[in-house]
């Protein structure tokens, strides 16, 4: 079973609406969580991390952590084209030596 | 910004022969890692290191060895290459359990 779970699959989304992204974990080891962002041809790139219980906002994102039901989301404001790509979550332990574990990511399209 | 260049970017391999995949970071950080990207299963750690002359076992580690001679330098080998092994394979590197990690560009292996 994977570890760290994500939905939707894939998301259309018009320019300028909202994409709301959902992310939960079956292991109550893990602590911190990241989104990481992958355009097409490219590596992941980290987008924000979140270790706390709450919100965290930086630009137009913002992520929110539940840490009893193990659940974190992420939310993009006022989407743009270039925000078209593939999302993932990642969590680990603390002081976990193999670092992260990634879902499988959510695909989000931005159209005109 | 972190920078980790991997090489070759893309590379076709016969099955039964030696690939050696190559990565190389300047950021100093401590723990390297290869990843491998499949769709429906997302990124799955292959081998990761602690450090020069460490490599550690991730959690998909059959049909791979993995070599860091210096702290700037993590391979990834497949000594008998199979079709099984086609894939996009990406390197990254990071100061340790709870810090971001950076991704290379990704290569594109293909074993015919």
């Known amino acids: 079973q994977q570890k760290v779970q994500q939905s939707p699959e894939s998301l259309s989304v018009p320019e300028g609406g909202m994409a709301s992204l959902n992310c939960t974990s079956s292991d109550r080891n893990f602590q911190y969580f990241w989104w990481y962002r992958q355009h097409s041809g490219e590596g992941p790139k980290a987008l924000m991390?979140?270790?706390?219980?709450g919100d965290k906002k930086e630009g137009r994102f913002t992520a929110h952590l539940n840490k009893a039901s193990l659940h974190v989301s992420l939310h993009i404001r006022d989407s743009q084209p270039s925000d078209s790509a593939l999302y993932f979550c990642a969590a680990s332990e603390p002081n976990y030596a193999q670092g992260l574990t990634f879902g499988l990511g959510t695909r989000v399209s931005v159209f005109p | 910004e972190a920078a980790v260049t991997q090489s070759p970017r893309n590379k076709v391999a016969v099955t039964g022969g030696k690939v050696t995949l190559s990565c190389n970071q300047t950021n100093n950080h401590n723990n390297m890692y290869w990843y491998r990207q499949d769709t429906g299963h997302g990124l799955r750690l292959i081998h990761y290191?602690?450090?020069?002359?460490?490599?550690e076992k991730g959690d998909i580690p059959d049909g791979y060895k993995a070599s860091r001679p210096s702290q700037e330098n993590f391979s990834l080998i497949l000594e008998l290459a199979t079709p099984s092994q086609t894939s996009v394979y990406f390197c990254?590197?990071?100061?340790?359990?709870?810090?971001?990690?950076?991704f290379g560009k990704g290569t594109r292996l293909t074993v015919v």
């Open positions: 991390s979140i270790f706390s219980d």
């Open positions: 990254a590197s990071g100061w340790g359990p709870n810090t971001e990690v950076f």
């Open positions: 290191s602690y450090g020069a002359g460490s490599t």
